[in-house]
């Protein structure tokens, strides 16, 4: 079964940081482009950023530039979302998902929630 | 960036009835829409890709359809575990981008 898994989410002050990861098993991880994406609760959907299968190129948000990177490890089937400067509008669910270049996000994960306050 | 407009943002129907939710992109988007439905507590869960293929394992009553700037979900025959919230998104242009959701609840 493809399964993607997220942690470290939790509360963290304003200006603080966050690292996320998302496990991955059931799917030959290096195929697929990742991505993040997040949810206020009782809100939408927001891209954040995402990562091409070798790490070469990655995209972002305009919200989240110089703020957050996306990062992967092919050989530990993982994938991370270094989050600083945080601040109160990222407080959400985020969640990975899998997809390939230019196409839908077919497989997600099950969300970790990241709430930034004082 | 390219904006995503739902319509309705939120709907009444009973098991049975037909369904129809609408999503207009700001500039056209070719075919790259794809549609997802979310429960409440759980991840979005892709129904349609490439705006009208049905992803595997999805019931065929969801459908699918339009191009350019004009798109619809439909659900031929609405069954209790459908009551959910949709989101189309475009990936046709960074970022990718959703609508703002349709809450379909129970008459």
């Known amino acids: 079964e493809v399964q993607l898994v997220e942690s470290g989410g939790g509360l963290v002050q304003p200006g603080g940081s966050l690292r996320l990861s998302c496990a991955a098993s059931g799917l030959t991880f290096s195929d697929y482009w990742l991505t993040w994406v997040r949810q206020v609760p009782g809100k939408g959907l927001e891209w954040v950023a995402n990562?091409?299968?070798?790490?070469?190129?990655?995209y972002y948000v305009d919200s989240v530039k110089g703020r957050f990177t996306i990062s992967r490890d092919n050989a530990k089937n993982s994938l991370h979302l270094q989050m600083n400067s945080l601040r109160a509008e990222d407080t959400a669910v985020y969640y990975c998902a899998r997809h390939e270049q230019r196409e839908a996000f077919d497989i997600w994960g099950q969300g970790t929630m990241v709430t930034v306050s004082s | 960036a390219i904006r995503m407009t739902q319509s309705p943002s939120s709907l009444s129907a009973s098991t049975g009835d037909r369904v129809t939710i609408t999503c207009r992109a700001s500039q056209g988007i070719s075919s790259y829409l794809a549609w997802y439905q979310q429960k409440p507590g759980n991840a979005p869960k892709l129904l349609i890709y490439a705006a009208s293929t049905l992803q595997s394992g999805v019931p065929s009553r969801f459908s699918g359809s339009g191009s350019g700037t004009d798109f619809t979900l439909t659900i031929s025959c609405l069954q209790s575990e459908d009551f959910a919230t949709f989101y189309c998104?475009?990936?046709?242009?960074?970022?990718?981008?959703f609508g703002g959701g349709t809450k379909v609840g129970i008459k």
């Open positions: 990562i091409k299968q070798d790490g070469s190129e990655k």
């Open positions: 998104q475009q990936y046709f242009s960074y970022p990718p981008t």
